[in-house]
């Protein structure tokens, strides 16, 4: 399977826990993105990378929720001191060049308790 | 505040009918309008996008853009059950026709009843 690849699909934490979460995207692909999507809404995007460099992150993202993407290829989107309002769905998205189609993984689902 | 609106259903449809779909957007200045197809539990998937005003027909899909109005529909013919899913509507942030920085509506559920 080539597709864009996320680990781990499901993790259920203790409140004030870090997670971390991995994105494998397509091969070659140069841009990645987060998403976050909680139950009823649609896709909030968080963040994304042009090969290594993080050029966008939104609001929605605050200091407690850090990506990388240090060689280019895959991407760590790590939570720290995780809240219950941090229960989701996280995404990871990658495409080939900004206008081109962007592919989503499977997601991780984020349970804290 | 950049938004996108659309009615969260349940839209129910007979199968073999047309089910229309709609969005509107808030901002002016946004140049691609994109429609994923999402299954319960399943991440989105894209099926079509659209930059001009007009209409744009791929398969049993079209998707409809009216700029003057920030109003994108998409129409799916002759429905199927398998076309039972949440459809999202989202717009680009980003300059030109950048899919990726995308503002998404809550999404509207069809339901096709055989």
């Known amino acids: 399977d080539t597709g864009v690849s996320q680990n781990p699909r499901h993790k259920i934490t203790k409140r004030g826990q870090n997670v971390t979460f991995r994105c494998d995207p397509i091969?070659?692909?140069?841009?990645l993105y987060w998403y976050r999507q909680t139950l009823g809404q649609g896709p909030e995007f968080l963040t994304y990378?042009?090969?290594?460099?993080?050029?966008?992150k939104s609001r929605l993202l605050s200091d407690r929720f850090s990506a990388e993407r240090p060689k280019g290829s895959f991407s760590t989107l790590e939570i720290q001191r995780t809240e219950q309002g941090d229960s989701a769905m996280y995404l990871c998205?990658?495409?080939?060049?900004?206008?081109?189609?962007?592919?989503f993984g499977e997601g991780s689902w984020l349970t804290v308790v | 505040q950049k938004e996108v609106e659309q009615n969260s259903g349940p839209l129910s449809v007979p199968e073999g009918a047309i089910a229309s779909l709609n969005c509107t957007y808030s901002?002016?200045?946004?140049?691609?309008f994109f429609w994923y197809r999402q299954y319960s539990g399943k991440s989105p998937e894209l099926i079509m996008f659209i930059y001009s005003n007009g209409d744009k027909e791929d398969g049993r899909f079209t998707a409809q853009l009216n700029k003057a109005s920030q109003y994108v529909s998409l129409l799916i013919r002759d429905s199927q059950p398998s076309d039972s899913a949440t459809y999202l509507c989202?717009?680009?942030?980003?300059?030109?026709?950048?899919?990726?920085?995308?503002?998404f509506g809550k999404g509207t559920k069809l339901s096709v009843k055989p």
């Open positions: 998205a990658s495409s080939l060049n900004p206008v081109d189609t962007i592919y």
């Open positions: 091969s070659e692909h140069n841009r």
């Open positions: 901002d002016r200045g946004s140049q691609s």
């Open positions: 989202a717009v680009n942030q980003g300059g030109g026709g950048s899919q990726g920085n995308l503002i």
């Open positions: 990378f042009q090969n290594e460099a993080q050029l966008e």
